[in-house]
């Protein structure tokens, strides 16, 4: 990367810097940037990288390098925050919450409108951590996309303890804490499940006590939700509809069509076997 001079530094050419070690202009006007150009210059960075070099200089007192120019370059990778905020300035402008609508006006498709909805939803003070221009402490829109069904469960918001700011912050902890209880931000995909379980199995009580442990707790694993009851309730579920299609299938077989097809037979065999066993131990269960 080329620095320039300033207040009489002298500038010495074409330099490596990490991306973590730089900040943004702080009097750099555009906070925003067209979604457009912006998709165009990712496109250009993936197939053959930066080609000109970031233009920076050292804030002594900050003991950084700031940009001066080049800072779309850098911050490509915020798109989805801003163009949440300019979403929601143009719901503001015309009245108008319709996906269809607002993806016509901007040109984005409705799946990323309702990403930008999701974002919009949270405070103030998340939606700035995804704006933060160090990017240690910048958070992903990924992070709060994937959280958004567990604290808008129908359940889990009626909960007596749920405090949703709380809930969130805790989550933002132990995503970011050394024992990473939550590894990656699809594990908010597999508390959803845990929840959707127990809800099936009618377990919801003793759901909201661990939900409860787990977020109060940093070190508190996700597996510490999952209910056995709840998750063989599942597991039952999914083997019955594979069952009931086994039996339709079987049902509707041409005996006389496929009478010389050995192998197929002996397998059916085989499994009436498997199943009247399955069917004994069960029997004797009872």
């Given amino acids: 990367m080329s ?18 070690e730089l900040s943004p202009n702080p009097h750099n006007p555009r906070y925003l940037f067209d979604k457009k150009p912006m998709d165009v210059l990712r496109d250009s960075i993936r197939r053959v990288g930066i080609l000109v070099p970031l233009t920076v200089y050292f804030d002594s007192r900050r003991k950084r390098h700031v940009i001066l120019d080049g800072q779309r370059r850098w911050r490509e990778d915020w798109e989805l925050m801003p163009t949440a905020l300019k979403v929601e300035l143009l719901m503001k402008e015309l009245k108008d919450r319709n996906d269809a609508r607002l993806a016509e006006l901007t040109g984005l498709n409705v799946a990323v409108i309702t990403r930008c909805k999701k974002l919009l939803s949270y405070d103030r003070e998340f939606q700035d951590l995804m704006l933060d221009p160090d990017p240690q402490k910048r ?9 958004y069904p567990v604290i808008h469960d129908r359940d889990v918001s009626k909960f007596d303890w749920f405090k949703e700011k709380r809930f969130i912050r805790q989550m933002l902890t ?34 909201s006590e661990r939900l409860k442990r787990f977020v109060a707790e940093i070190t508190v694993p996700i597996s510490h939700l999952e209910i056995a009851s709840a998750s063989a309730h599942a597991e039952a579920r999914v083997l019955t509809r594979k069952v009931v299609a086994l039996e339709h299938l079987i049902g509707e077989l041409d005996v006389e069509q496929l009478y010389g097809e050995e192998e197929l037979w002996k397998a059916m065999d085989r499994l009436l076997g498997v199943i009247q066993r399955a069917l004994r131990k069960a029997e004797k269960r009872r």
């Fill in 3 to 20: 620095t320039e001079p300033n207040l009489g530094t002298q500038a010495i050419g074409v330099k490596k810097l990490r991306t973590d």
């Fill in 174 to 207: 132990k995503y970011n804490d050394e024992s990473k209880t939550i590894k990656a931000v699809t594990d908010f995909r597999l508390i959803k499940q845990h929840i959707t379980n127990a809800r099936k199995a009618r377990q919801l009580r003793r759901l």
């Fill in 139 to 147: 958070v992903k829109a990924d992070f709060f996309i994937e959280l």
